[in-house]
């Protein structure tokens, strides 16, 4: 019995097919692939979800992961939310680092955080996501307060790409060098 169904589901899969001597079967459903063609160089950039809200990332000096994630000098990354934007549907990722940059105060009001990029003088250049990594694209400088300072930019600006599920990864750039490279003391 399970001879005779084998030979009839074979027998329904050929007789589909419709092939001709020497024709090779393609199934329609798939994309057919040129093994000798070049793979294509970029990706798509992916647009992220429309947020419920946006979030920026400040810091809580000596919290020791009390808060948020701890980071150097036994601070913590806390998420603070900001207002999302009117208009036209923004770059939300380009957006929510804008929003990070544009506060220009050391205290973040009464809430105790801190900004370490107070002082910078950074633009954003260029925010998107491809195949689940924040890419981030910087220029100007950073006005750094101690060695601390260092740690705290890194996770002010990763956390808040962060915060978008199709998010994975962050690569930033400032100047078009890595970050851990501008942002070496050496």
């Given at each position: 019995?399970?001879?005779?169904?084998?030979?009839?589901?074979?027998?329904?899969?050929?007789?589909?097919?419709?092939?001709?001597?020497?024709?090779?079967?393609?199934p329609t459903?798939?994309?057919?692939?040129?093994?000798?063609?070049?793979?294509?160089?970029?990706l798509?950039?992916?647009?992220?979800?429309?947020?419920?809200?946006l979030?920026?990332?400040?810091?809580?000096?000596?919290?020791?992961?009390?808060?948020?994630?701890?980071?150097?000098?036994?601070?913590?990354?806390?998420?603070?939310?900001?207002?999302?934007?009117?208009?036209?549907?923004?770059?939300?990722?380009k957006?929510?680092?804008?929003?990070?940059l544009?506060?220009?105060?050391?205290?973040?009001?009464?809430?105790?955080?801190?900004?370490?990029l107070?002082?910078?003088?950074?633009?954003?250049?260029?925010?998107?996501?491809?195949?689940?990594?924040a890419?981030i694209?910087?220029?100007?400088?950073?006005?750094?307060?101690g060695?601390?300072?260092?740690?705290?930019?890194?996770?002010?600006?990763?956390?808040?790409?962060?915060?978008?599920?199709?998010?994975?990864s962050?690569?930033?750039f400032?100047?078009?060098?890595?970050?851990?490279e501008?942002?070496?003391?050496k």
């Amino acid at each position: 019995m399970k001879r005779v169904c084998w030979i009839g589901l074979l027998c329904l899969l050929l007789a589909g097919c419709n092939l001709s001597a020497g024709a090779t079967a393609v199934p329609t459903s798939l994309p057919v692939v040129n093994p000798t063609a070049a793979p294509s160089a970029t990706l798509p950039e992916i647009e992220p979800t429309v947020p419920a809200s946006l979030t920026i990332s400040l810091i809580a000096l000596d919290d020791k992961g009390v808060s948020g994630p701890q980071i150097g000098c036994d601070d913590s990354v806390v998420s603070v939310q900001t207002d999302l934007p009117t208009g036209p549907k923004p770059n939300y990722l380009k957006y929510a680092l804008e929003k990070l940059l544009s506060i220009k105060d050391r205290d973040f009001g009464q809430s105790g955080l801190v900004n370490a990029l107070y002082q910078s003088t950074l633009t954003v250049d260029d925010a998107k996501i491809v195949d689940g990594k924040a890419v981030i694209h910087l220029s100007g400088d950073f006005m750094l307060n101690g060695t601390c300072d260092i740690p705290r930019v890194e996770a002010q600006l990763e956390y808040t790409a962060r915060q978008f599920a199709e998010v994975n990864s962050v690569e930033i750039f400032v100047n078009d060098k890595p970050i851990k490279e501008a942002l070496s003391l050496k």
